[in-house]
């Protein structure tokens, strides 16, 4: 299973970031998939999570009403719409695949497969 994300760049405060992320090699539908982000200096940290039919997402507190999951099985692809943008916001940000059908989404060890990581950076 490879994951292939892509859209991120440099933004000013306030703008927004639609990421990609393209999953082949698998199908789609049986994973959840999730985003994570790291900072230079700081530990991998847990962005949203959303469930295999996308009935079900989860957002970390920072990004609860700013940011938002998508996904679309037909296209093989998850998103992560990221608005109101901030300059602590800036990190690479990697999606992820998890087959696990229960459990809690925000642990990263729990991942099965993993992306390259996008660049984001938000000037101030």
């Known amino acids: 299973v490879q994951l292939q994300a892509s859209g991120g760049g440099l933004v000013q405060a306030g703008g927004s970031l639609r990421l990609s992320c393209l999953v082949s090699g698998g199908r789609f539908s049986n994973y959840a998939m999730g985003w994570f982000r790291q900072a230079p200096g700081k530990e991998r940290e847990f962005v949203a999570a959303i469930n295999w039919n996308g009935v079900s997402t989860y957002l970390s507190d920072f990004v609860r009403g700013r940011f938002t999951i998508s996904r679309d099985n037909a296209k093989n692809t998850v998103y992560l719409q990221m608005n109101s943008l901030k300059p602590e916001d800036t990190a690479v940000y990697y999606c992820?695949?998890?087959?696990?059908?229960?459990?809690?989404?925000?642990?990263?060890?729990?991942?099965?497969?993993w992306g390259q990581g996008t660049q984001v950076t938000v000037s101030s």
């Open positions: 992820a695949a998890d087959s696990r059908t229960t459990g809690w989404l925000g642990e990263s060890s729990e991942y099965d497969y």
